[in-house]
């Protein structure tokens, strides 16, 4: 629920700021009075504080906030943006797969809002809880092994709704 401009909503564990500005200085500079604070709490207390914080930044400010979920949603398909990181060539192996994975996935969900009532009671099912998980695991924070786990109910899905939607037809006339 980051308010500052440059930061993307990612999660930084409170270890990060015991004593090393790892993220830049920037990220350092701009919560090191908030992890000061947590530190000195333990358990549900640090929990309770974590999340009054994360609430005061989401009601000051909620577009913000819309734009940390959006760059979460590219972090959970390509683990992309990230605060205060830059990307290497390994970043590419994940881009074409979860590319192609993403272009399908919206492909089909078009093709399901189009016959929805035609697809059986268990596909629908399966459609609602892949997009409630994508949504709602992402709203705090989101990382490509959130994706990795659903990855075989969305290729199940994926592929039913191609196989019963779309016709392919290969012609070799002149």
Request: hydrophobic residues 40%; contains cysteine.
């Amino acid at each position: 629920s980051t308010p500052y401009e440059n930061e993307f909503g990612d999660w930084f564990p409170e270890t990060l700021f015991n004593g090393q500005e790892v993220g830049g200085p920037t990220l350092y500079k701009n919560h090191l009075s908030d992890f000061t604070y947590f530190l000195t709490l333990k358990g549900v207390e640090s929990d309770d504080a974590y999340k009054k914080k994360g609430i005061e930044n989401i009601k000051k400010y909620p577009l913000k906030y819309l734009r940390n979920w959006f760059t979460n949603q590219g972090r959970l398909w390509f683990n992309f943006p990230q605060t205060g990181f830059s990307h290497t060539e390994r970043g590419l192996l994940r881009f074409v797969p979860n590319a192609i994975l993403l272009t399908f996935f919206m492909l089909s969900l078009y093709l399901w809002g189009l016959n929805f009532r035609k697809c059986p009671l268990e596909i629908n099912f399966l459609a609602l809880f892949i997009l409630a998980y994508l949504a709602l695991s992402s709203l705090i924070s989101a990382l490509p092994r959130q994706l990795t786990i659903s990855v075989p109910i969305l290729l199940f899905w994926i592929s039913y709704i191609q196989f019963r939607s779309t016709k392919v037809e290969i012609s070799f006339e002149n």
